[in-house]
């Protein structure tokens, strides 16, 4: 399985909702990150875990919460979002320690913010 | 401080002509390359990647790419362009050192390939 999953796919919020991104890979990486990927532009990381711990918090405001429950798993928590938050949020992992540091990508999940 | 530059925003070729689309790096360290591709409302797949084995390096769908270090480049090629090759292409870099770590990828601008029928 070289799959990174994310879900939903696409999210619409209202700038008082509470939501949650989730990503899921069974490669075995200890390392899964979030990136921002505003149209016609490059992803921006915003954080990154390894083994499980954050590693990097790219100064990403604290309306986003990042959580790593297991190396299988990573959320991303939304809450009192603005509109310029819209974007498309990549998910992505890589092993830690060997290789070349490439990034296996989920679909994204699209959100707006109302 | 690694980077890389991508040249021309928006690249266009008809289909069937050569596709060229230019990555420029700038690490104090060997560096790992990539290119990705990315289409519409999708995530980005890898198309190929330099890890030293070899310069010149073939990847999915056609695609190759050469290393050059005197010209600190690592250009895209495809001899014969199809409609489907539309996206945006991303060149990505990371450096040897903590290439094995966990720093993430530094992302060119991306380059956008028009098909022109």
């Known amino acids: 399985d070289t799959e990174v999953t994310q879900t939903p796919k696409h999210l619409v919020m209202g700038m008082t909702n509470k939501k949650s991104l989730k990503c899921e890979q069974h490669?075995?990486?200890?390392?899964m990150y979030w990136y921002k990927q505003k149209a016609k532009k490059p992803p921006e990381l915003m954080f990154v875990y390894s083994y499980e711990k954050l590693s990097i918090n790219e100064s990403v405001p604290s309306r986003f919460s990042p959580e790593c429950p297991n190396s299988s798993l990573l959320n991303l928590h939304l809450h009192a979002l603005q509109p310029e938050d819209s974007a498309l949020y990549l998910c992505?992992?890589?092993?830690?320690?060997?290789?070349?540091?490439?990034?296996?990508f989920g679909e994204g999940s699209r959100l707006t913010v109302l | 401080a690694q980077s890389v530059t991508q040249l021309g925003s928006h690249v266009s070729v008809s289909e069937g002509a050569l596709v060229l689309l230019r990555c420029n790096y700038s690490?104090?360290?060997?560096?790992?390359l990539f290119w990705y591709v990315q289409y519409p409302n999708q995530g980005l797949q890898l198309l190929l990647k330099?890890?030293?084995?070899?310069?010149l390096v073939k990847g999915i769908n056609g695609f190759e790419a050469e290393f050059k270090k005197s010209e600190t480049s690592f250009h895209l090629t495809k001899p014969s362009a199809h409609m489907s090759d539309a996206a945006e292409y991303f060149c990505?870099?990371?450096?040897?050192?903590?290439?094995?770590?966990?720093?993430?990828?530094?992302f060119g601008k991306g380059t956008h390939l028009i098909i022109q029928p």
């Open positions: 992505a992992s890589s092993h830690v320690g060997l290789g070349t540091g490439e990034l296996f």
């Open positions: 690490s104090s360290v060997p560096p790992y």
């Open positions: 330099y890890t030293s084995a070899a310069t």
């Open positions: 990505a870099v990371s450096d040897a050192v903590s290439g094995g770590g966990a720093d993430g990828l530094t």
């Open positions: 490669m075995g990486h200890r390392a």
